[in-house]
């Protein structure tokens, strides 16, 4: 069984995504952090995300780089959304995502082409979004329990730059894809995000159960 989990930045897919995982006992890929790996290897050699050449001779980090702590900061983020619009950048990712879908007994993946690109057969596909204020409040959230100082106005700026970015870019935009759910986080709990997901995918298994 794969299940997709598509959406933007901070609308709450990868907590959703591990959510999911528990409950249905599969492995979970967040698809976000081969970006971010690629973003903060073209930062460690002092190259430039937004040329090509330099982003793909990035692709070929260590899976031990997907542990490093500095892939959660907030500019190796924009980093990743940088790196992700080039298309042979992409191309080099989509095999270790494809791997990870495949395994035996299925996966769960949240990223923004999951089920457009990577598993467009997948069983179960949810778009989670949220509003832009809501997004950047919680980021702005989660860098003060961090110990940041971080600008409210900045955080919003960037969210609406990589939603730019993502869903304008030429390969592999992010969209909802056709026979996904369209999952609003904006006014909902953690709890309530995660049952109303769970019901998503338990009816999107039975109706093809049902064929």
Known sequence: MIIAVDGPAASGKGTIAKALGRHYGLP???????????????LKTGGDPDHEADALAACTFKDAVLTEPALRSEA?????SRVSIHQSVRQA??????????????AILDGRDIATVIAPDADAKIFVTASVHVRAQRRYQDALSH?????????????????????????????????????????????????????????????????
């Open 147 to 211: 110990g940041g100082h971080p600008d409210m106005d900045s955080l919003i700026a960037d969210i609406q730059a990589r939603d730019t970015r993502d869903m304008s870019r030429d390969h592999a935009p992010l969209r909802v894809a056709d026979g996904a759910d369209l999952l609003d986080t904006s006014n909902l709990t953690i709890d309530a995000a995660v049952q109303q997901a769970i019901a998503m995918v338990d009816a999107q298994l039975e109706r093809r159960r049902k064929g």
């Open 28 to 42: 979970v890929l967040d698809t976000g952090l081969l970006y971010r790996a690629v973003g903060l290897a073209v």
């Open 93 to 106: 990712l989509i095999k270790r995502q494809r791997d990870f879908a495949t395994q035996p007994g299925g």
């Open 76 to 80: 190796v983020g924009s980093l990743a």
